[in-house]
Nanobody, 115 residues
Framework: QVQLVDAGGGLVQAGGSLRLSCAAS????????MSWYRQAIGKQRELVAS???????NYADSVKGRFTISRDNAKNTVYLQMNSLKPEDTAVYYC?????????WGQGTQVTVSS
């Protein structure tokens, strides 16, 4: 059974930085596509960033140049480095794992950016 544990959220002032982490169990992590999604109150969940098993990355336009997704296959962990945070980045951030037809979500971690 795959489990994802999200961590690293918190309260930060605008312009600050946070690094989220997602630790995954299981032996297929290196072959899985990993992503970060976020959901703000009253809004739909949206894709923030993704990284393929080969290391290719994609970002939402709203975070390009500010956020960086990375993975450490030796630690079964994916990271989201968030810089120059804005109040509109406030949301619950969820780790997402996809491997073939298998999809798993983390429990989410709250990020709050104050103005």
């Amino acid at each position: 059974q795959v489990q994802l544990v999200d961590a690293g959220g918190g309260l930060v002032q605008a312009g600050g930085s946070l690094r989220l982490s997602c630790a995954a169990s299981g032996s297929t992590f290196s072959r899985a596509a990993m992503s970060w999604y976020r959901q703000a109150i009253g809004k739909q969940r949206e894709l923030v960033a993704s990284i393929s098993s080969a290391g290719s990355t994609n970002y939402a336009d709203s975070v390009k140049g500010r956020f960086t997704i990375s993975r450490d296959n030796a630690k079964n962990t994916v990271y989201l480095q968030m810089n120059s945070l804005k109040p509109e980045d406030t949301a619950v951030y969820y780790c997402h794992r996809r491997y073939w037809n298998s999809v798993h979500w983390g429990q989410g971690t709250q990020v709050t950016v104050s103005s």
